[in-house]
């Protein structure tokens, strides 16, 4: 019988394990396994496969209900993205948005860029700019939703119509999101693609990565590539996200409810300009993001009416809010991205503004981190 989203969560591929019964899914700490004859086995060595990390794979396929294919599961979101830039030869084309991590940029310009590949920026938002920019040779549309930092929502389905007429594989960078509050591939991705270091982890103590897709053969090339190039996470590392992965829904729950209350409080605040989340009825895509998400995800942005000095003074302020990169955790998080996790698209058309301040919205208590915030502002 159909399973939802909490139960398969807890479940899907981890079944009591056949040797001691054990309830969890141990940790196969082992790189090499015995075979009963040359070339017979049933595991040959755990970069190709782990009965850990393939208790993972199988969970993060189960959630999308991607039947036909499956999930490969990498040593970090990056190497995800490495991944999937192996798909492509030197002459091919990318469409990536304006508005996405600096990190995924920087692979994509100066990485891809010295093999040959070719890259084209647009407003993901605007269907046709993206029809625009397809070339012959695109062959990856590339979007997140809701996006890093300036939490923009995409219309994946449209955006599939546009990549798939073109020959093009559409590919949802679905971290913010996670599966619990979006699905990208019923909406006509190709691939979902996430950084499980962020909310799937969920503790800010594993770095890893994975890619889903339900099409058989494009998985089968991701297993093969996975294998190939090897940026695989080690079986303490999928351990550990697999712990994570369990309490996901109940965790996104509450960093929904914390971030819906912390935007609102933002709007109100004389110190604050501009506010970015996809929650808030005045967030230019939010009949959209209503459309296609369950909720509006734990990141909230913000700009302060008095400039980049003000900002750091806030970040220098608050005392629940850690400074620091990353993203999903437990704990709230406060960032400026200019001067941290997007300093590698400055001086491009994807650099953010000085004044922004990008929140991760713990599960504390939300008096607390209003507090907080509110004395840090005040201040």
């Given at each position: ?11 899907a591929?981890?079944?009591p394990?056949p ?13 090499t ?13 755990s ?17 999308e209900?991607a ?51 070719e ?7 605007e ?29 994946i389905a ?12 559409l ?20 691939l ?33 590539l ?8 080690g ?29 609102e409080?933002l ?42 000095d ?12 850690f ?8 704990e ?48």
């Amino acid at each position: 019988m159909p399973r939802k989203f909490e139960t398969i969560a807890i479940h899907a591929g981890q079944e009591p394990d056949p040797t001691t019964g054990a309830v969890v899914t141990p940790i196969y700490a082992t790189s090499t396994y015995v075979q009963e004859a040359p070339g017979v086995f049933t595991h040959d060595y755990s970069r190709t496969v782990n009965p850990t990390r393939t208790a993972l794979e199988t969970a993060l396929s189960a959630l999308e209900g991607a039947d036909d294919g499956g999930a490969v599961a990498t040593s970090s979101g990056m190497a995800a993205a490495a991944l999937i830039g192996y798909l492509l030869k030197p002459g091919d084309h990318i469409v990536l948005p304006n508005d996405t991590y600096g990190g995924t940029f920087r692979f994509f310009a100066r990485v891809l860029g010295e093999q040959g590949i070719e890259l084209t920026v647009v407003d993901p938002t605007e269907s046709a700019e993206v029809a625009a920019a397809m070339r012959d040779t695109t062959r990856i549309v590339w979007v997140e939703t809701p996006s890093n930092p300036l939490l923009r929502i995409v219309d994946i389905a449209a955006v599939a119509g546009i990549a798939h007429s073109g020959n093009s594989l559409l590919v949802v960078d679905n971290t913010f999101a996670t599966s619990y509050l979006q699905q990208p591939l019923s909406l006509g991705a190709d691939l979902s693609l996430y950084s499980t270091t962020k909310y799937i982890g969920g503790h800010s103590d594993i770095v890893g990565g994975a890619i889903v897709t339900n099409d058989a053969e494009l998985f089968a090339r991701l297993r093969f590539l996975q294998n190939s190039a090897g940026p695989v996470p080690g079986p303490f590392d999928a351990y550990l996200t697999l712990r994570g992965l369990k309490t996901l829904a109940v965790r996104m729950d509450r960093h929904c409810a914390n971030a819906r209350q912390i935007a609102e409080f933002l709007t109100e605040h004389p110190a604050v300009g501009e506010v970015f989340f996809p929650g808030l009825p005045t967030h230019p895509q939010h009949d959209l993001a209503r459309s296609q998400m369950t909720d509006f995800g734990g990141m909230v942005s913000f700009r302060t009416r008095a400039g980049p000095d003000v900002a750091e003074k806030v970040s220098a302020g608050t005392e629940l809010f850690f400074l620091a990169e990353s993203l999903g955790g437990v704990e709230s998080l406060l960032e400026i991205p200019a001067l941290m996790t997007h300093m590698s698209v400055a001086g491009t058309d994807l650099e953010v503004p000085d004044d922004l301040i990008r929140l991760s919205v713990g599960i504390e208590h939300i008096d607390d981190l209003i507090a907080d915030l509110d004395q840090a502002l005040s201040g």
